[in-house]
Each structure stands twice: as structure tokens, then as C-alpha cells.
T-cell receptor, first 118, second 118 residues
Framework: GAVVSQHPSRVICKSGTSVKIECRSL??????MFWYRQFPKKSLMLMAT?????????EQGVEKDKFLINHASLTLSTLTVTSAHPEDSSFYIC??????????????FGPGTRLTVL | AQSVTQPDIHITVSEGASLELRCNYS??????LFWYVQSPGQGLQLLLK??????LVQGIKGFEAEFKRSQSSFNLRKPSVHWSDAAEYFC????????????????FGAGTRLAVHP
């Protein structure tokens, strides 16, 4: 099956610092990567979509300068939360889309990263 | 606009009892529908999906779901719940994302937390 890893699984940082979250597809290549954010007791909200080698497209209301996405390779994408503030505390989940898939292929999800900003 | 509603935030059932989790969607075209399960510390796992064809879909772990177009529903069912089924369940609809080459970006419902009594 498809394996997706995220690192770190948990991170606590001080307000104003930047945090980088890595997402790797371990046994498949992903041209497209989705990044979601999940608030406590809430649903997953799509933040942005990136294609390998291209700039990410952000959903309405998501600050692209705060949430920097780099999709440099077919197996690695990073999300950097810049100048983090307590309101950025959340659960971040990546979802790579296998390159070999068609229009209705299955998305796979990473285990998530719990970010706490003090 | 596409949306997914899961009316039940929290459901508790006894082990061995039957289960039905409700999901209603709003989507202009024929939807792609999914049910995912999220356990603590684990990524979302696909239980089943509906793209077309038979409206009764069988999934993993003994789950099934029925697509009812007239009711805009895609309810998840299991005839006999096991204690290990306790988790958060998300219904999602695939919406066309032109950025990702026409593939679905997923719109999730708020989730239903299932508790199982022994």
C-alpha cells in the first residue's frame, strides 16, 4: 500500500518562530500534493494544492506568505509556517496524489503534524 | 458551492450493534464520494468510495455505504460494530480542481466521532 510520512509528528514552538513540516511519499511518486489543516473537533480544510516544480495554489483565506509550500520533488513536499502565532496551532495533514493515477485516483494521507505555538 | 454535512457529531453504540453514520452532500454534478476513518496518531484511511455504477458500495472492515441521489446522501453502515471501530469518521466529496489537472480536491464533512461501549 501507499505509505506517507510526515515529520515531525508533533512540534511546539515559540511565537514568532518558523516551523517546517515535511511530507514524504515513501513508495510512490506524487505530482500533486494537497495540504490540509484540521482544527480541534472540526473537519479538514484544504489549504493549498501544489504541483511538483510549480507554485502552490492557495484556497481563499489562506495566507500564502505565512504558509510556504515547496514541492521540489515527486516524493517530498514541505510546508513552512512562518512567524507562527498561537492561532496557527493546529493539525496539519498532507495528502499526495500518486502520479500514475487518473482523474479518480485515491488520495493518501500522512499521519499529520500537531503544531502548538506558545 | 460543494459541501458535506454530517449531522451527528458524536455517536455511541454498543459492541455488536449495527451502525449508520449519516452524510449529505451538495454538489452540482455527479459526485465522487468517500468515507474515511481517522484513528489517533494515524492518517486518514479510506474505507470506501463511490464513483459510479452500483449504488451500494462495499468497503474494508465490513463497512458499506449506499449512494442515494434523490436524497443527496451517502450513509455509512456496518451490521455489527467492533470496539476497534471507535474512531472519527469523515465523509468527503471530490470536487474538480482545475489546478491539479481536473482531479478532485476533497471537501470534508465535520466528522462523526464514534464511541463503542463494551
Amino acid at each position: 500500500g501507499a505509505v506517507v510520512s510526515q515529520h515531525p509528528s508533533r512540534v511546539i514552538c515559540k511565537s514568532g518562530t518558523s516551523v517546517k513540516i515535511e511530507c514524504r511519499s515513501l513508495d510512490f511518486q506524487a505530482t500533486t500534493m494537497f495540504w490540509y489543516r484540521q482544527f480541534p473537533k472540526k473537519s479538514l480544510m484544504l489549504m493549498a494544492t501544489s504541483n511538483e516544480g510549480s507554485k502552490a495554489t492557495y484556497e481563499q483565506g489562506v495566507e500564502k506568505d505565512k504558509f510556504l509550500i515547496n514541492h521540489a520533488s515527486l516524493t517530498l513536499s514541505t510546508l513552512t509556517v512562518t512567524s507562527a502565532h498561537p492561532e496557527d496551532s493546529s493539525f496539519y495533514i498532507c495528502s499526495p496524489l500518486p502520479s500514475s493515477g487518473g482523474r479518480v485516483n485515491e488520495q493518501f494521507f500522512g499521519p499529520g503534524t500537531r503544531l502548538t505555538v506558545l | 458551492a460543494q459541501s458535506v454535512t454530517q449531522p451527528d457529531i458524536h455517536i455511541t453504540v454498543s459492541e455488536g450493534a449495527s451502525l449508520e453514520l449519516r452524510c449529505n452532500y451538495s454538489y452540482g454534478a455527479t459526485p465522487y464520494l468517500f468515507w474515511y476513518v481517522q484513528s489517533p496518531g494515524q492518517g486518514l484511511q479510506l474505507l470506501l468510495k463511490y464513483f459510479s455504477g452500483d449504488t451500494l458500495v462495499q468497503g474494508i472492515k465490513g463497512f458499506e455505504a449506499e449512494f442515494k441521489r434523490s436524497q443527496s446522501s451517502f450513509n455509512l453502515r456496518k451490521p455489527s460494530v467492533h470496539w476497534s471501530d471507535a474512531a472519527e469518521y469523515f465523509c468527503a466529496v471530490g470536487a474538480t480542481s482545475s489546478f491539479s489537472g481536473g482531479y478532485n480536491k476533497l471537501i470534508f464533512g465535520a466528522g462523526t466521532r464514534l464511541a463503542v461501549h463494551p
